[in-house]
């Protein structure tokens, strides 16, 4: 007997992931910046902020690559780097740096990508307000979901991520 989906002649395969309803469910319409509004709460796993310096902030990415996905954020909303002054564009480097060293130490990481897409046309995903990925990388851990599935799968909770990336910055 054939498979419910290919009597649809549906090439696409389905992942079931029940847990992923509450997310669904609370999703609404977000006026504003996501990340000005971010900042705007205070910390916790409401905003997923880690840590917070003078004129920038270090928040998870609530739609991870991989487990450990971290952002560096100016608090001024602006579009691009040239636009914020010297001290916030060093204090994001210092904190993306800071990023990789904890992301290191507490998920043995081997390997990073960082990276800052400016623009739609290079894909950024929040227009208007720049900010740095750090995404953790393992030997291996391109695998055929990501690859063939189009899915992600990630190891660890984002509750959990959150409160072991703030432990870290806590020490």
């Avoid at 847990?19 to 669904?24: A, V």
């Amino acid at each position: 007997m054939l498979h419910p989906l290919y009597l649809f002649d549906n090439p696409m395969k389905q992942l079931w992931s029940p847990w992923r309803m509450k997310y669904i469910e609370k999703h609404e319409k977000v006026e504003g910046c996501v990340f000005c509004n971010a900042q705007a709460k205070a910390d916790g796993f409401e905003n997923l902020i880690a840590c917070r310096e003078k004129n920038a902030y270090v928040i998870l990415n609530r739609y991870p690559y991989t487990s450990g996905h971290l952002m560096v954020i100016p608090f001024e909303h602006v579009s691009n780097l040239e636009a914020l002054n010297p001290e916030t564009r060093a204090e994001m480097m210092e904190l993306t740096s800071r990023c990789t060293s904890l992301l290191r130490e507490a998920y043995k990481t081997e390997s990073f990508n960082v990276g800052i897409n400016i623009g739609e046309a290079a894909g950024a995903g929040v227009l208007g307000h720049v900010h740095i990925h750090i995404v953790p990388r393992w030997a291996g851990d391109t695998n055929f979901m990501s690859t063939l599935g189009e899915t992600r799968v990630l190891p660890e909770a984002l509750e959990n991520t959150y409160r072991r990336v703030r432990a870290e910055f806590e020490k």
